[in-house]
């Protein structure tokens, strides 16, 4: 659902995977808005460009890209195998996003679990979980700097759309932290835009 100041009879739109380029994308038009479109596969980044059409030939130029991701639905899984090693920024792939609180190097990180420390010595894991005690597997992890301690950074997953007759979801996964200048790592959960803590972990963690 996006959003458009209704200021004509019509909003046109055209719209695509990432980076196509606009003229080659689904193009409609719409009278109702919020604007809403069906049809979009889960979990995909998208392409948005937007207009006002007030009739007779009368449009407004085209605004955009705006970037969207699709929400995935239940039951969700992710392993990080599919991703490639090293991503450290956006964008990441399958609408995973990191943010970090300054540029001190401070991140968030994709890794190949090889049995040794592929970073920082004395920190871990040394193996992905999915394929524990064997080389190849893919794990995220947090790159932090005992210099700079008040310095945050988030992972974030893509949008997750839990349908209202759930009352009950589960929630679980795999974490490892291990290293001296570990302060906490806390989990959260946002739904539509009211951010709750579930859980805090202080410290190292093995």
Same mark, same amino acid.
Not at 51 to 56: F, I
Not at 62 to 69: D, S
Not at 113 to 142: A, E, Q
């Given at each position: 659902?996006?959003?458009?100041? #209704?200021?004509?009879?019509?909003?046109?739109? =055209?719209?695509?995977?990432?980076?196509?380029?606009?003229?080659?994308?689904?193009?409609?038009?719409?009278?109702?808005?919020?604007?809403?479109?069906?049809?979009?596969?889960?979990?995909? =980044?998208?392409?948005?460009?937007?207009?006002?059409?007030?009739?007779?030939?009368?449009?407004?130029?085209?605004?955009?890209?705006?970037? &969207?991701?699709?929400?995935?639905?239940?039951?969700?899984?992710?392993?990080?195998?599919? &991703?490639?090693?090293?991503?450290?920024?956006?964008?990441?792939? =399958?609408?995973?996003?990191?943010?970090?609180?300054?540029?001190?190097?401070?991140?968030?990180?994709?890794?190949?679990?090889?049995?040794?420390?592929?970073?920082?010595? @004395?920190?871990?894991?040394?193996?992905?979980?999915?394929? &524990?005690?064997?080389?190849?597997? #893919?794990?995220? &992890?947090? /790159?932090?700097?005992?210099?700079?301690?008040?310095?945050?950074?988030?992972?974030?997953?893509?949008?997750? /759309?839990?349908?209202?007759?759930?009352?009950?979801?589960?929630?679980?996964?795999?974490?490892?932290?291990?290293?001296? /200048?570990?302060?906490?790592?806390?989990?959260?959960?946002?739904? @539509?835009?009211?951010? #709750?803590?579930?859980?805090?972990?202080?410290?190292?963690?093995?």
């Amino acid at each position: 659902e996006i959003d458009v100041n #209704k200021i004509a009879n019509q909003v046109d739109y =055209e719209y695509g995977l990432t980076g196509f380029n606009r003229g080659s994308g689904t193009r409609d038009s719409s009278t109702t808005l919020p604007l809403s479109i069906a049809g979009l596969t889960e979990g995909t =980044e998208y392409d948005i460009y937007v207009r006002n059409n007030c009739g007779s030939g009368d449009t407004s130029a085209w605004a955009g890209p705006f970037r &969207f991701v699709t929400s995935y639905s239940l039951p969700y899984s992710q392993d990080f195998e599919n &991703f490639p090693p090293a991503v450290s920024q956006n964008p990441w792939p =399958e609408g995973w996003s990191s943010n970090a609180s300054n540029i001190n190097n401070i991140r968030w990180q994709s890794e190949v679990g090889t049995g040794s420390n592929s970073n920082t010595p @004395n920190t871990g894991p040394l193996y992905d979980h999915t394929m &524990f005690g064997m080389s190849g597997g #893919k794990y995220v &992890f947090f /790159e932090a700097d005992f210099s700079f301690p008040l310095d945050t950074a988030n992972f974030i997953s893509p949008p997750i /759309e839990i349908p209202v007759t759930d009352s009950v979801v589960e929630i679980s996964y795999w974490y490892f932290n291990y290293g001296s /200048e570990i302060d906490r790592m806390v989990f959260s959960i946002d739904t @539509n835009g009211v951010s #709750k803590q579930l859980k805090i972990y202080y410290g190292p963690q093995q």
